[in-house]
Structure formats: structure tokens, C-alpha cells
């Protein structure tokens, strides 16, 4: 073999040598991003949720519409109108956020099955309609159709 072949078949076998370097560095990545995606989103759902516990009047008044969804229009206007609006934002964001890294790939099908489960329990709240009538405006129109294709289906 002639030093010109030699050193063709070292530079192709270090061509290869890296492309398979290159691959193995970006599949590290890929799960090393949809792991840091996924704390990420359950992070948020825990903070939201310690948050939560920690509001008295938002859980009293979340306690009144659950037991009489009719005394929704009362707090129209009050603080613990406010409390809830910004309780259903949170609500909103998160499942967004949820589904635009599914979208993307960024967060695998499995926890995304239980974000569909969630957001499936929360349009079926006897008052997501007023909230998502109020709001929906804040939200891209994939995913205000994804949440409005959940809800004609329940």
C-alpha cells in the first residue's frame, strides 16, 4: 500500500471516528435535555402546587366554586377574582409549556400521556369555560386548538 492510500484510509477512518463522536455526543444531549425538560416541568408543578397550599383564599374560594360553580360571577372583581384568574394563568402556562416541549421533542411521550390526563381533568372542570373564555387569548392558536379539541371531546 502506497503512503497516498495510507493516508486516504487514516483521514476516512478519522472522518468516521468523529462522525460517530458527533452522534454519540448529540444522543448524550438529546437525553440530557428532555431529563433537564422534564424536572423542569414537574419543578414548576410542584412550586404551583406548594403555592396553592400555602393561599388560603384562593383555596377557599376554589372550595366555594367547586361546591357551587353559579358563585363564580360573585367574585368578579374582587381579589379573590384576581387570585383565581391568575391561579387558571398558572394552570394554562403549564400545560402549554408542557405541550410545546412535546411538540418539540424535548419532553418524551410517556410523562406527556400524564399532561394529557391533567389537562383532559382540567377542561373537564364545570368552570374551565369562563377561565378559558377569559384567557385563551394569551395562547398560540395550536395549542388553544389542542385545548379546544380536548374540551369538545369531554
Given amino acids: 500500500?502506497?503512503?497516498?492510500a495510507i493516508r486516504e484510509t487514516v483521514g476516512f477512518l478519522?472522518?468516521?471516528?468523529?462522525?460517530?463522536f458527533?452522534?454519540?455526543?448529540?444522543?448524550?444531549?438529546?437525553?440530557?435535555?428532555?431529563s433537564a425538560t422534564q424536572q423542569a416541568i414537574y419543578d414548576a408543578g410542584r412550586q404551583g402546587s406548594y403555592a396553592l397550599m400555602a393561599?388560603?383564599?384562593?383555596?377557599e374560594?376554589?372550595?366555594?366554586?367547586?361546591n357551587d360553580p353559579s358563585q363564580l360571577e360573585t367574585f368578579s372583581g374582587t381579589i379573590e377574582g384576581r387570585?383565581?384568574?391568575a391561579f387558571w394563568n398558572a394552570r394554562f402556562n403549564e400545560m402549554e409549556n408542557s405541550y410545546f416541549h412535546f411538540r418539540e421533542g424535548t419532553l418524551d411521550p410517556e410523562p406527556w400521556s400524564g399532561w394529557e390526563g391533567y389537562i383532559t381533568e382540567v377542561v373537564g372542570d364545570p368552570t374551565f369555560p369562563y377561565h378559558w373564555d377569559m384567557l385563551q387569548a394569551r395562547y398560540g392558536d395550536e395549542f388553544?386548538?389542542?385545548i379546544d379539541g380536548v374540551f369538545v371531546d369531554l
Avoid: C, D, W, Y
Fill in 1 to 4: 500500500m502506497s503512503g497516498k
Fill in 14 to 20: 478519522a472522518v468516521v471516528g468523529s462522525m460517530v
Fill in 22 to 34: 458527533v452522534g454519540v455526543e448529540i444522543q448524550q444531549n438529546t437525553a440530557a435535555t428532555r
Fill in 55 to 59: 393561599n388560603l383564599p384562593l383555596l
Fill in 61 to 66: 374560594v376554589l372550595l366555594a366554586i367547586e
Fill in 83 to 85: 387570585l383565581l384568574r
Fill in 144 to 146: 388553544r386548538a389542542m
